[in-house]
C-alpha cells in the first residue's frame, strides 16, 4: 500500500527547546493529520489540515500542509516534559473511499 | 460520555487458542478500524468496515477475523493461525465522509 515517509524516527531534546518533524509521500494526499499518542493510550488529533499551503496552530503546536500535497511537518515550540510520546502523521490519499496511510511516527524524549 | 471502547486492557493467549477483541463504539461512526502497533512498526492496517455487513482486508489480515454485524461494533478475533500475536492493537472510527479516526484505548495481547 502507499507508504508516509516520517522522519526523525526519534528524538531527544532540552525542555525548552523546539521540535519541528516531518512526513512525506510519493503521492498526493487530500487531508494530512497529526496525532499524538502516550504510552499505553491510543493515538488523539492534534491537528487536521485539508488545504494545500494551510497553516494551522494549536497551543504551541503548528502544522503545515504542503504546497505540493506530498508533504506536511509539525513544529512543537518551547517544549515541555508533557510532550514526551509518539507523534503519527496522517494522509488520507487522492484515490477514493480508502483509509488513512499513517507514517511510522516519531518518538520523542524531553529531557528536564 | 461518547467514545470508543476497547475491552480487556490487557489479554492474554495460550498457544493454538482463538481470542477476540471487543470494540464498541457510541459515536453513531459508519466506518471502524483495527491496526496493530508492533515497537517502531507504526500503525498497520488489518480489517476495516465502511457499513454493517461488509468489511475489507487491510495489510495484515492474515491470521485475524472480524464481524460488523451492528453499527456499534466491530470485533476482532486473532485465531490460533496467527503465529505472532503479541501486539498492542487499536479500534479507531470515522463518521460518514469523514477524514478524522478517533481511537479507542487499546488492548495489549501477550502469549503465554
Known amino acids: 500500500g502507499q507508504q508516509l515517509n516520517q522522519s526523525p524516527q526519534s528524538m531527544f531534546i532540552q525542555e525548552g527547546e523546539d521540535v519541528s518533524m516531518n512526513c512525506t509521500s510519493s503521492?498526493?494526499?487530500?487531508?494530512w493529520l497529526w496525532y499524538k499518542q502516550d504510552p499505553g493510550e491510543g493515538p488523539v488529533l492534534l491537528i487536521a489540515?485539508?488545504?494545500?499551503?494551510e497553516l494551522t496552530s494549536n497551543g504551541r503546536l503548528t502544522a503545515q500542509f504542503g504546497i505540493t500535497r506530498k508533504d506536511s511537518f509539525l513544529n512543537i515550540s518551547a517544549s515541555i516534559p508533557s510532550d514526551v510520546g509518539i507523534y503519527f502523521c496522517?494522509?488520507?490519499?487522492?484515490?477514493?473511499?480508502?483509509?488513512?496511510?499513517f507514517g511510522k511516527g516519531t518518538r520523542l524524549s524531553v529531557i528536564a | 460520555d461518547g467514545g470508543i471502547t476497547q475491552s480487556p486492557k490487557y489479554l492474554f493467549r495460550k498457544e493454538g487458542q482463538n481470542v477476540t477483541l471487543s470494540c464498541e463504539q457510541n459515536?453513531?461512526?459508519?466506518?471502524m478500524y483495527w491496526y496493530r502497533q508492533d515497537p517502531g512498526q507504526g500503525l498497520r492496517l488489518i480489517y476495516y468496515?465502511?457499513?454493517?455487513?461488509?468489511?475489507q482486508k487491510g495489510d495484515i489480515a492474515e491470521g485475524y477475523s472480524v464481524s460488523r454485524e451492528k453499527k456499534e461494533s466491530f470485533p476482532l478475533t486473532v485465531t490460533s493461525a496467527q503465529k505472532n500475536p503479541t501486539a498492542f492493537y487499536l479500534c479507531?472510527?470515522?463518521?460518514?465522509?469523514?477524514?478524522?479516526?478517533?481511537f479507542g484505548a487499546g488492548t495489549r495481547l501477550s502469549v503465554l
Open positions: 479507531a472510527s470515522t463518521d460518514k465522509g469523514g477524514n478524522i479516526q478517533y
Open positions: 459515536l453513531n461512526h459508519d466506518a
Open positions: 503521492s498526493i494526499f487530500n487531508t
Open positions: 468496515s465502511q457499513i454493517v455487513n461488509d468489511f
Open positions: 496522517a494522509g488520507l490519499p487522492n484515490s477514493g473511499n480508502t483509509p488513512l496511510v
Open positions: 489540515l485539508y488545504k494545500a499551503g
